[in-house]
Structures are given as C-alpha cells and as structure tokens.
C-alpha cells in the first residue's frame, strides 16, 4: 500500500469519533421538566449583569413557547422589537415567578417571526446574572394543537333598516293603541362567526340591542335581542358570498306604556364575508328580511328589512 493511501486511513480512523461527537451535540439540549420524553433547544446562555446595557438578541418564531431561566428571583423581562409592527411577545412567570433555588422562570409568547432584544430588569445594579433561553418544545406542541383547532371570531356588528307598522296594546287598555306607521330601526350587536378553519354553519348576534322610532304610534320601542344564523349557501371558511336562514327573538321596552312584548322574527339573509388573507379577522356585510310576530300585542305582525356591517 503507497504512503498516501496510509495517511488517509490512519486520518479517517482518527477523526472519525470526533465528526460523530460533534454531530451528536451540534444542538445542546436538555430533558423536558415535564417528563414527556421530549428535550428543550438551549439558544442562549449567558452571563449578563443586572443593569448591563448589552442585550440579549435571540430569534423567535410565532407559535412557538420558550422558556427564559434566570439566575435571580428579583428580576422580571423586557423586550424590543425590531419593528413597530411588531407587537412584544407575551410573557408570563412560571411557579409563581421564583423558585426556592433562587432562579426565575418566564414562559415566552412570540406574536411573530423576529429578532427580539431581551433585557433583565429589576434586582441590584452590576449583579451577576445568568441567563438561558430554551424552546419548550412540549409547550410549543401543545400550542400547536390549541392554534390548529378550528374556534369562533368574535365581533361587532351595527345595522339599521325599516319595519313595517303595528300596534302594542294590553289586557288593560280598553281601546286599541294607534298602529302608527312604519319606521327606521338601528341596533349594535356582539357577534360570533367560525374562524377560516371552522366549519360550522352557525354564526350571527350572540346579544343585541336595538330601538325603533314608530311614528304616530303611542310610543317608540327598544329591544334586547339574539339572532343565530344558519349558513345553507356558501363555502366555509372562505372570503365569498353565502346565504342562509335566521330567526331573532327579542324582548322590548317601551316607556310609555305598561306593556313588554316579545318578538320572534324567523327571516333569511345573504352576506358577504371578508376575511383577511393569513390572518384572523375581517368583515362581513349582511342583508336580511324577517316577518316579525309581536307577543302582547295582539298578533301583531310586522315585515323588516334590515342592512348590516360587522368587525370580527
């Protein structure tokens, strides 16, 4: 065998073990406090005193969870982002902010992919301090499955529309109450819809109020309200159109006479949902007809259109 063809043997057999080592430990790790079997990925450990101006700088990506460990009991966090637009992460302490061993543990919330400056705040100026940032990777499964599962957008709606005339009258009145004419109506709502990966077909006002003028009638009326909706046209989950049936059902209050009736309004409507690409949220703009039976005015019926915006 040549000389060269010696070398390289003897070298490969030398340095054999170490490429493996370093391969084994190119990301330190350790085992998972919650016993799941899975390890935490150290990014960051080091000495830093209390009250140095040198930050820490440390990549975090939305979704995940990571954990800041502390040599200190007296010290909380502070973070800066590169960005306006980017909002600081959550955080919050873990085991009541401290542990018998003198350390602090915080649990870390990224809002986005970003380089964030982390710096300890609190405690006696020049301390020395110890700092390890983990990525949890037991909580971060776990907020994995939270953020995948499909749940409610919660918004606002406000709508107005017109309502045929009726009458409120009562037991105790002698001679009906003037019908009046139709008139306008308003109402502001707290709505509810499935979120892009739902696919419920329910959506719509959770609680309501409205009021409506009757012009030449014995008095206006205010009205708390729910209206759930159910989708029987459309894709879910999607910006586009749908259209569906709805039923509102209310109590009223009118001032002026010892009367509260309650209506029951079933109806259909067709809306266009707006939802924000990558992100929760957006708009819907709706438009309903209902035929509304008023309870405690005798029989009373009522046509109503009504036009609505909302915010989720």
Known sequence: MSRPAIIAVWLLLCLAPAIRAQTNTALPAMADSAGTGKVDVLLVNVDLPVGSLEPVWVFMQEGQVYRVEVTRDDVTLGFRTPARSIAVPFFSAQEGGSRPSGMSAFEIYPRADAMYEMRIVGGPYGAPTIVRVYRDLSASSKRQKIIATAGLEIGMEA??????????????????APVGEAGANVALCFSVR????????????????????????????AWVFSEPRFRIVGKPGRSGFEAGVLTRVGMGIVSSVNVNPVLVAPGIYVSRQIRQDGARGGWNLTVSYARAWITGAEGAQSNRVTFGIGRF
Not at 159 to 176: D, L, N, V
Request: glycine share 16%.
């Open 159 to 176: 709508a107005f529309g017109m309502h045929g005339a009726y009458p409120i009258t009562g037991p105790s009145f002698s001679a009906p």
């Open 194 to 221: 499935g979120e892009a990966a739902s696919r419920t077909r329910f959506s719509g006002c959770a609680l309501g109020i409205g009021y409506e003028w009757r012009p030449d009638s014995e008095s206006d009326l």
